[in-house]
């Protein structure tokens, strides 16, 4: 079975700093790889993929992540936070690329960016 | 195109009624999926539809819980006598093949 570890479920950051949020996956198969965000009531919006293509995926927002085969990681990076990526971020996994079987999420980590 | 939209946004039951959603997906996209979202956690796969057919279900989805995508488009999920512990966000997505998910709003239900 597949599944999906996100480290912290608050992360606080000031504005500007470095935004790292971590994500740990367990799959006995290739993985495919997601980050989404979610704001206050709205549904979930894709940021990035990871589809073996290549291990450092660039996303929307200025957000990247990096695929770490012997880590097991995917964990999400922004070199410099703004106040609207105050949010909560899921990672997923999933057994097809773009996820067209069903997702796999973490718990969530809830972002705060502190002016 | 439109997104993926879901009717209603909200809705306040009692114990033991019974409730439907319903979810439109972007046009022409095959795949369908509907989530569940309790409070602090993230959402768990409930179902998926390709075109009309319901392809895998989660255990999630007890007796109480049905899916229907009849004609290959707009789905509905109706529960049964509902409880508290249905409280929760239902989020519906859709996709065109092997390609992104793409989440609507949600259904926000509490149970009283």
């Known amino acids: 079975a597949q599944s999906v570890t996100q480290l912290g479920s608050h992360v606080s950051v000031s504005e500007g700093a470095l935004v790292l949020l971590r994500c740990n996956y367990s799959s006995s198969v290739p993985p495919y790889l997601f980050w989404y965000v979610q704001y206050p009531n709205q549904g979930l919006q894709l940021l990035l993929k990871y589809t073996s293509a290549a291990t450092l995926v660039k996303g929307i927002n200025g957000f990247e992540a990096e695929f770490k085969k012997s880590e097991t990681s995917f964990h999400l990076t922004k070199p410099s936070a703004h106040m609207s990526d105050a949010a909560e971020y899921f990672c997923a996994v999933s057994n097809s690329r773009g996820g067209s079987e069903k997702l796999v999420f973490g718990k969530g980590t809830k972002l705060t960016v502190n002016p | 195109d439109t997104g993926v939209s879901q009717d209603p946004r909200h809705k306040i039951t009692k114990r033991g009624q019974n409730v439907t959603f319903r979810c439109d997906p972007i046009?022409?996209?095959?795949?369908l999926y509907w989530y569940r979202q309790t409070l602090g956690q993230g959402p768990e796969f409930l179902t998926y539809f390709q075109n009309e057919a319901q392809l895998e279900k989660s255990r999630l989805l007890s007796d109480r819980f049905s899916a229907e995508r009849p004609k290959g488009s707009f789905s509905t999920l109706e529960i049964q006598r509902t409880e508290q512990g249905d409280s929760a966000m239902y989020l519906c997505?859709?996709?065109?093949?092997?390609?992104?998910?793409?989440f609507g709003p949600g259904t926000r239900l509490l149970v009283l």
């Open positions: 997505a859709s996709s065109r093949g092997e390609e992104t998910q793409y």
């Open positions: 046009s022409e996209h095959n795949r």
